[in-house]
């Protein structure tokens, strides 16, 4: 009886010292690397549920027809959708591979948090406005360009004579902006010059591009304050010329910033100015005529607002309050965008290239993938414009994409498809790497019956090793 008593113990002990061995060996990955996979219906202490639960259904448990990898699986509704993976120790690289399905949907992201202001870095999973067209392909470096004629027999030769700026997308790879606007001496003369009052208040964080072509750099901001808490708020201006940071400043708070640059190369310039949603800038006076803003406008409310006109080239324009008082009718073109509920986002595709706003009311958010200008002769944007879910390409009279996806053949049902991720380039905090995956113009509330089912996630992961770190060796 001891003897059987004694077995036990000597089992159960190795049992748990396994258990702590194998725990540990998760824990360090001595070798650097290790792979998690996820299953909406089972636990992980790695992988945490998908969430916004709003934007999730519940997982189900059934027999799915075609389903190679599991007996489970989960829709997701509305987008975005988020996941972490929790590790206690850094890595280098990750590649996830998702097993999923689609219905209706035309592109499908996933991505990697990049910093703690919550921006994404993006990869693509699936574009079938790019996988339908039977345009003819060139690949050089990784570097793919689809061209509806051939007219162009390497991508070197389009980069080194690239056609009009308005008959080319661009998808998931930046092409240099446009450097110089060659009329801009005669649009300057035909044009007064820049009226403070021309820009309405805007709240919180936003960018914008200006041009400089002969004149000095001369802007004038003015901010105040909501307080809606006791906390400082730090309000940041970077001036970037060719992505390079040529002056900024910085107050606390409230009050007023200049920013002067005598003779400054002729070009374009982006300004970020960084600050919370307390913060208002109540103007902003230049003698410079171009001022866009880029993807999103937040219009501070005033007690008399007046009739607001933008201008923009978003493909979509989407509208959203937090204010009960702000609930509108917004003229898109000749098109009615109903803003009617606070707290929910609202849109109105834009059936032209160039589409001007009204608004009777402001403290209204309004965004789209273009920018935005208060006037006609404020409007310029020298960005190429991106592949996105409104993409008509015969409509737009697009003849070339540009990109680094590489366009594959669909079929339906499930699909498995990965992508790599730099993870020294992620933002890891407290031991948690966030990921994102993306389905534009997934709403739950529009009553459309599309969704995007997940099986299964699985993240292979590497980094340095155990002698890797002790021995501290690079490589």
């Given at each position: 009886?001891?003897?059987?008593?004694?077995?036990?113990?000597?089992?159960?002990?190795?049992?748990?010292?396994?258990?702590?061995?194998?725990?540990?060996?998760?824990?360090?990955?001595?070798?650097?690397?290790?792979?998690?996979?996820?299953?909406?219906?089972?636990?992980?202490?790695?992988?945490?549920k998908?969430?916004?639960?709003?934007?999730?259904?519940?997982?189900?448990?059934?027999?799915i027809?075609?389903?190679?990898?599991?007996?489970?699986?989960q829709?997701?509704?509305?987008?975005?959708?988020?996941?972490?993976?929790?590790?206690?120790?850094?890595?280098?690289?990750?590649?996830?591979?998702?097993?999923?399905?689609?219905?209706?949907?035309?592109?499908?992201?996933?991505?990697?948090?990049?910093?703690?202001?919550?921006?994404?870095?993006?990869?693509?999973?699936?574009?079938?406005?790019?996988?339908?067209?039977?345009?003819r392909?060139?690949?050089?470096?990784?570097?793919?360009?689809?061209?509806?004629?051939?007219?162009?027999?390497?991508?070197?030769?389009?980069?080194?004579?690239?056609?009009?700026?308005?008959?080319v997308?661009?998808?998931?790879?930046?092409?240099?902006?446009?450097?110089?606007i060659?009329?801009?001496?005669?649009?300057?003369?035909?044009?007064?010059?820049?009226?403070?009052?021309?820009?309405?208040?805007?709240?919180?964080?936003?960018?914008?591009?200006?041009?400089?072509?002969?004149?000095?750099?001369?802007?004038?901001?003015?901010?105040?304050?909501l307080?809606?808490?006791?906390?400082?708020?730090?309000?940041?201006?970077?001036?970037?010329?060719?992505?390079?940071?040529?002056?900024?400043?910085?107050?606390?708070?409230?009050?007023?910033?200049?920013?002067?640059?005598?003779?400054?190369?002729?070009?374009?310039?982006?300004?970020?100015?960084?600050?919370?949603?307390?913060?208002?800038?109540?103007?902003?006076?230049?003698?410079?005529?171009i001022l866009?803003?880029?993807?999103r406008?937040?219009?501070?409310?005033?007690?008399?607002?007046?009739?607001?006109?933008?201008?923009?080239?978003?493909?979509?324009?989407?509208?959203?309050?937090?204010?009960p008082?702000?609930?509108?009718?917004?003229?898109?073109?000749?098109?009615?965008?109903?803003?009617?509920?606070?707290?929910q986002?609202?849109?109105?595709?834009?059936?032209?290239?160039?589409?001007?706003?009204?608004?009777?009311?402001?403290?209204?958010?309004?965004?789209?993938?273009?920018?935005?200008?208060?006037?006609?002769?404020?409007?310029y944007?020298?960005?190429?414009?991106?592949?996105?879910?409104?993409?008509?390409?015969?409509?737009?009279?697009?003849?070339?994409?540009?990109?680094?996806?590489?366009?594959?053949?669909?079929e339906?049902?499930?699909?498995?498809?990965?992508?790599?991720?730099?993870?020294?380039?992620?933002?890891?905090?407290?031991?948690?790497?966030?990921?994102i995956?993306?389905?534009?113009?997934?709403?739950?509330?529009?009553?459309?019956?599309?969704?995007?089912?997940?099986?299964?996630?699985?993240?292979?992961?590497?980094?340095?090793?155990?002698?890797?770190?002790?021995?501290?060796?690079?490589?």
């Amino acid at each position: 009886m001891k003897k059987d008593i004694y077995k036990l113990r000597i089992f159960l002990f190795s049992l748990l010292g396994l258990t702590v061995l194998i725990l540990i060996y998760k824990a360090i990955v001595p070798f650097g690397k290790i792979i998690y996979a996820f299953n909406p219906c089972g636990n992980s202490f790695i992988i945490s549920k998908i969430k916004p639960a709003e934007r999730v259904e519940d997982p189900r448990r059934n027999k799915i027809l075609g389903l190679p990898l599991g007996n489970c699986a989960q829709k997701i509704t509305g987008d975005p959708v988020y996941f972490n993976l929790e590790t206690q120790r850094g890595f280098d690289r990750a590649k996830i591979t998702l097993e999923y399905r689609r219905l209706k949907n035309k592109i499908i992201e996933i991505g990697v948090l990049a910093d703690k202001e919550r921006h994404y870095r993006l990869q693509p999973l699936e574009n079938q406005i790019i996988d339908n067209l039977a345009w003819r392909k060139i690949e050089q470096d990784g570097v793919i360009l689809l061209q509806r004629e051939e007219n162009y027999n390497s991508v070197d030769e389009f980069f080194n004579n690239p056609p009009n700026k308005e008959k080319v997308l661009t998808y998931h790879y930046d092409l240099p902006a446009e450097e110089k606007i060659n009329n801009y001496g005669n649009l300057l003369a035909s044009s007064k010059a820049f009226s403070a009052g021309s820009v309405r208040p805007l709240r919180g964080a936003y960018q914008f591009y200006t041009y400089i072509g002969g004149e000095d750099f001369d802007f004038n901001f003015i901010f105040t304050n909501l307080k809606t808490n006791d906390k400082d708020d730090n309000i940041k201006i970077v001036v970037y010329y060719k992505n390079s940071a040529v002056e900024q400043k910085e107050i606390k708070n409230e009050g007023e910033i200049s920013i002067k640059l005598p003779g400054p190369p002729d070009g374009f310039y982006k300004i970020a100015i960084s600050a919370s949603d307390d913060v208002i800038t109540e103007k902003i006076a230049t003698t410079q005529r171009i001022l866009s803003f880029i993807n999103r406008v937040w219009l501070a409310g005033t007690p008399e607002p007046g009739l607001i006109n933008l201008t923009t080239d978003s493909s979509e324009i989407f509208a959203r309050t937090i204010n009960p008082n702000s609930l509108q009718k917004i003229l898109v073109r000749d098109k009615i965008l109903k803003l009617d509920e606070t707290y929910q986002q609202f849109s109105q595709v834009a059936e032209m290239p160039i589409t001007n706003i009204r608004l009777a009311k402001d403290d209204v958010i309004i965004a789209g993938d273009g920018v935005f200008s208060f006037s006609n002769e404020a409007f310029y944007n020298p960005d190429y414009k991106k592949v996105n879910k409104n993409t008509d390409v015969d409509r737009q009279g697009i003849g070339y994409i540009i990109t680094s996806y590489e366009p594959r053949d669909f079929e339906d049902g499930w699909q498995v498809r990965t992508v790599d991720f730099d993870l020294t380039k992620a933002y890891r905090y407290e031991g948690v790497y966030g990921f994102i995956i993306s389905v534009p113009g997934l709403l739950v509330e529009d009553e459309i019956n599309d969704w995007v089912e997940i099986g299964e996630i699985w993240i292979e992961l590497e980094g340095r090793t155990l002698l890797n770190k002790i021995l501290n060796i690079e490589y």
